[in-house]
């Protein structure tokens, strides 16, 4: 089962918006909808920031937000913020695994 | 709160088994928690190890199913990895963590614990 691709790095100034893509196939992104975000500052537990393509944990802030078109997810950051820099990971269920991690995505903020 | 802590060694000589457990508090394992074991090899991505339910039932990522025992211990409210045979392609830091279903997101997490594989 290969990984999701994501880009590397992505960057944005304070107050833009930034996008995430996150490209499987039509076995993993492409059939289910079991698509997950997660922000991961190093050293700190992963959290948990988009499930099921589009919806929001409890407590997470109206500024992210997922959407998915064929086999591309994708996360949004609106207003980016400092604190927005981060790693960012995509998974999805998949037809061979019941989960699939991203390749990540580095987030800079100017 | 639900709260999930790794233990074991930091240190495994290659060709050895490594073996972590992950304790957690502030709800029951039993209650339905798939849990997982998660890693994430130095400067590079996370990958999904595997999971086991409360049953014992146990899912494995392909890739690694040939060397991974994931067990359960509910009566101690604790879960644990065994990676056998591993080489230096194996050190990482190593996360647990749970879903309230096989398809569920990951919504708690451990920190997270470093496990080197060196002579």
């Known amino acids: 089962q290969s990984a999701l691709t994501q880009p590397a790095s992505v960057s944005g100034s304070p107050g833009q918006s930034i996008t995430i893509s996150c490209t499987g196939t039509s076995t993993d992104v492409g059939g289910y909808n079991y698509v997950s975000w997660y922000q991961h500052h190093p050293g700190k537990a992963p959290k948990l920031i988009i499930y099921e393509v589009d919806t929001r944990p409890s407590g997470i802030s109206f500024r992210f937000s997922g959407s998915k078109y064929g086999h591309t997810a994708s996360l949004t950051i609106s207003g980016l913020q400092a604190e927005d820099e981060a790693d960012y990971y995509c998974?999805?269920?998949?037809?061979?695994?019941?989960?699939?991690f991203g390749t990540g995505t580095k987030v800079t903020v100017l | 709160q639900v709260q999930l802590q790794e233990s074991g060694p930091g240190l495994v000589k290659p060709s050895q088994t490594l073996s972590l457990t992950c304790t957690v508090s502030?709800?029951?394992?039993?209650?339905?928690?798939?849990s997982s074991w998660i890693r994430q090899h130095p400067g590079k991505g996370l990958e999904w190890i595997g999971y086991i339910y409360y049953t014992g039932s146990t899912y494995y990522n392909p890739s690694l199913k040939s060397r991974v025992t994931i067990s359960v211990d509910t009566s101690n409210n604790q879960f644990s990895l065994k990676l056998r045979s591993v080489t230096a392609a194996d050190t990482a830091v190593y996360y647990c963590a749970t879903s309230a279903g096989s398809v569920a997101p990951f919504d708690y997490w451990g920190q997270g614990t470093l496990v080197t594989v060196s002579s």
């Open positions: 998974t999805s269920y998949s037809r061979s695994s019941p989960c699939v």
């Open positions: 502030g709800g029951s394992i039993s209650s339905g928690y798939y």
